[in-house]
């Protein structure tokens, strides 16, 4: 079995920053991929962005430039650092993890960003 929980969340004025952890415990050898969800009010989850353990990041249209996912593989944290904040960042964030297998080993219980204007 393998653990995530996310950190890092908070409130922010448009044009701030945030980071937001995932670590990620237990059998964490067989994680191949580290994925950012997030849901907004009213809205269904979408996919942010990904880190596979290659190296590989994919992002939406609508982080790329200003969100980079990167990785701690020391502390098997993966990291989402997001800057120039926009009020339709507002969601709750969660990590989920690939494992090997393709399928989602995990989840965590997501962390709320708010982005005040």
């Known amino acids: 079995q393998v653990q995530v929980a996310e950190s890092g969340g908070g409130s922010v004025q448009a044009g701030g920053s945030l980071r937001l952890s995932c670590a990620a415990s237990g059998r964490t050898f067989v994680i191949i991929a580290t994925d950012w969800f997030r849901q907004a009010p009213g809205k269904e989850r979408e996919f942010v962005a990904r880190?596979?353990?290659?190296?590989?990041?994919t992002y939406i249209d609508a982080v790329k430039g200003r969100f980079t996912i990167s990785r701690d593989s020391a502390t098997n944290t993966v990291y989402l650092q997001m800057n120039s904040l926009k009020p339709e960042d507002t969601a709750v964030y969660y990590c989920?993890?690939?494992?090997?297998?393709?399928?989602?080993?995990?989840w965590g219980q997501g962390t709320q960003v708010t982005v005040s204007t």
């Open positions: 989920g993890v690939i494992i090997q297998g393709g399928s989602y080993g995990s």
């Open positions: 880190l596979a353990w290659g190296g590989t990041t």
